[in-house]
């Protein structure tokens, strides 16, 4: 077993998460907070009073535990709408706005949410499915939402939360067409993980920010924005990825630390080359997350920016963070030790014991940052979630002398393209559906843009005709771009073992092996 090496921070304040906010407003209520591309800019005590407003907004149709949803891109407004549902005690569920009408469905039955926040583009979908969602109430439209808390008399307080056990966000593992999981993210989750990744100053007290991972995201709702309001710092709300334009802000913005998943990356670099603006001495760092960063990535960056690469280790489970190299000593390949007051072991799958050093297994994490548990599924929660507090991660690492964390593979079967998570198993049932295809099996097949592409190994039909161009439009009509089958290769059998389970592994072996 690992500890950290970092200095403990308990004990952890049991305080809601938007008390950052409060706490920043009342320290700088004048100073800088949301803004958006074009400059328009909210200081901390308006985005405050905001938040307050919108709580008061939604007590009508939010009681204490009630689930709201959003369904938009980043902005201002979706900003404060967050914060001013968690101010009136309810749960935020952010999604994928992409999410196609068939996707969300089971979404909104499992989450059950009585106020909905969407755009003008994603507010239709929603209307959509209103019949199908007894529980909504009211649906608020966010494109316009900062002249309605403008034209309301005032806010209100916020209710009374228990830190550990009112949960804070629903963060989906899995927001596709099946059986999406709801990770359960108490406030004292949130708090705790911030605190903890702040321990590892990469965001300096007189820095900006940029916030372009999408909110949906925790990387984005949590880690980046909860920086934000607890160091009292500006941020950029960035709705859709711009490389140029996040290369222009960086400078005027003084950034110091740069949040880039592995894909953005790549973009940055390239609109770099293409004559976008250099990152000016104020940005000391890159910090990449959410999908592994390829060697060739990591060198490259470092080339065209000239400013060190650091990657962290997380997952939703995790609320965003469990790893990180310390800023004074990065090891490049690795993730880094474990955060403050963050265990962790390596444990081997068929033994149930701890492996040595240098050796490989599953991580498994224990740390005030770990989850509640899935939203209504007990069972799934408890595959992962041992009753000790250990949560199974599902990727296989090593540790080296200095237990630096490195991460070899992945023993889930989620695929990470552009850093979100596809489920084969969806597309898998869809493809299912094409009554030429008798058997299908997807897999990840790394991908020097994406890191990895849905790849789908089809058997056919006796009688069918193979039709690669044909079948990809089938499953692709049918899911958001995110999820679509970028490949396709026709196999005669899916091996399975005797319970019928698809040996994935051995496809992706012989797709590595090029004998697919």
């Known amino acids: 077993m690992t500890t950290?090496?970092?200095?403990?921070?308990?004990?952890?304040?049991?305080?809601?998460?938007?008390?950052?906010?409060?706490?920043?407003?009342?320290?700088?209520?004048?100073?800088?907070?949301?803004?958006?591309?074009?400059?328009?800019?909210?200081?901390?005590?308006?985005?405050?009073?905001?938040?307050?407003?919108?709580?008061?907004?939604?007590?009508?149709?939010?009681?204490?535990?009630?689930?709201?949803?959003?369904?938009?891109?980043?902005?201002t407004a979706?900003?404060?709408?967050?914060?001013?549902?968690?101010m009136a005690g309810a749960t935020v569920v952010p999604v994928n706005p992409l999410l196609l009408p068939a996707e969300l469905q089971p979404v909104l039955q499992d989450a059950e949410p009585t106020v909905a926040f969407v755009s003008s583009e994603t507010r239709p979908v929603i209307e959509a499915l209103r019949a199908h969602t007894p529980s909504l109430r009211a649906v608020h439209v966010l494109d316009d939402f900062w002249s309605v808390l403008d034209s309301l008399p005032g806010g209100a307080d916020p209710v009374a939360i228990s830190a550990r056990d009112d949960i804070a966000a629903l963060v989906l593992s899995s927001g596709t067409t099946g059986s999406p999981?709801?990770?359960?993210?108490?406030?004292?989750?949130?708090?705790?993980?911030?605190?903890?990744?702040?321990?590892?100053?990469?965001?300096?007290?007189?820095?900006g920010l940029l916030n372009y991972m999408p909110f949906f995201h925790v990387y984005g709702f949590a880690a980046i924005m909860g920086q934000a309001f607890a160091m009292g710092l500006p941020q950029v709300i960035i709705p859709r990825f711009d490389p140029a334009l996040i290369l222009q802000l960086?400078?005027?913005?003084?950034?110091?630390?740069?949040?880039s998943p592995p894909p953005a990356l790549r973009g940055l670099i390239a609109a770099r080359k293409a004559g976008a603006p250099a990152l000016?001495?104020?940005?000391?760092?890159?910090?990449?997350?959410?999908?592994?960063?390829?060697?060739?990535?990591?060198?490259?960056?470092?080339?065209?920016?000239?400013?060190p690469?650091?990657?962290?280790?997380?997952?939703?489970?995790?609320?965003?963070?469990?790893?990180?190299?310390?800023?004074?000593?990065?090891?490049?390949?690795?993730?880094?030790?474990?955060?403050?007051?963050?265990?962790?072991?390596?444990?081997?799958?068929?033994?149930?014991?701890?492996?040595?050093?240098?050796?490989?297994?599953?991580?498994?994490?224990?740390?005030p940052q770990v989850m509640r548990g899935y939203w209504r599924r007990p069972e799934a929660t408890a595959e992962c979630l041992m009753p000790d507090g250990w949560l199974r991660t599902g990727d296989l690492g090593r540790f080296d002398e200095d237990g630096y964390l490195t991460l070899v593979d992945r023993l889930k079967e989620m695929i990470r393209y552009k850093g979100h998570q596809v489920a084969p198993s969806d597309l898998e049932a869809v493809l299912l559906t094409h009554p030429a295809i008798a058997d299908v099996a997807v897999i990840p097949r790394a991908d020097i843009e994406a890191g990895e592409i849905p790849l789908a190994c089809v058997v056919l039909a006796p009688g069918a005709t193979a039709d690669t161009e044909a079948f990809i439009a089938f499953v692709n009509?049918?899911?958001?771009p995110i999820h679509h089958v970028r490949a396709l290769v026709f196999v005669d059998a899916i091996p399975r073992n005797p319970s019928g389970k698809i040996l994935r592994r051995l496809l992706i072996e012989r797709e590595r092996a090029g004998s697919l």
């Not at 999981?181 to 820095?207: C, D, E, I, W």
């Not at 960086?250 to 949040?259: A, D, I, K, N, R």
């Not at 000016?280 to 400013?307: C, H, M, N, Q, R």
């Not at 009509?477 to 958001?480: I, L, S």
């Open 250 to 259: 960086s400078g005027e913005y003084q950034v110091h630390t740069l949040f």
């Open 4 to 75: 950290s090496p970092w200095y403990s921070l308990h004990p952890y304040p049991e305080v809601p998460l938007f008390h950052y906010l409060e706490q920043a407003a009342a320290r700088h209520p004048g100073r800088p907070s949301l803004i958006s591309p074009g400059g328009e800019t909210r200081t901390f005590a308006q985005v405050h009073e905001a938040a307050r407003r919108a709580s008061r907004l939604l007590r009508s149709d939010v009681a204490h535990g009630d689930r709201v949803v959003f369904l938009a891109p980043n902005s």
């Open 280 to 307: 000016t001495g104020y940005t000391k760092l890159i910090v990449t997350g959410a999908a592994a960063t390829p060697p060739d990535l990591w060198d490259e960056a470092e080339s065209v920016f000239g400013i």
């Open 181 to 207: 999981k709801g990770v359960m993210l108490s406030h004292f989750n949130l708090v705790a993980n911030l605190r903890q990744t702040l321990a590892s100053g990469m965001s300096p007290p007189y820095s």
């Open 309 to 367: 690469v650091c990657q962290p280790y997380g997952l939703s489970e995790g609320t965003a963070a469990t790893n990180i190299n310390p800023l004074h000593r990065i090891k490049r390949g690795t993730v880094g030790p474990p955060l403050p007051d963050t265990e962790q072991r390596l444990v081997d799958m068929e033994t149930g014991q701890d492996v040595p050093v240098g050796g490989q297994g599953e991580v498994w994490v224990r740390g």
């Open 477 to 480: 009509e049918r899911v958001n």
């Open 78 to 86: 979706y900003a404060v709408a967050l914060y001013g549902a968690m």
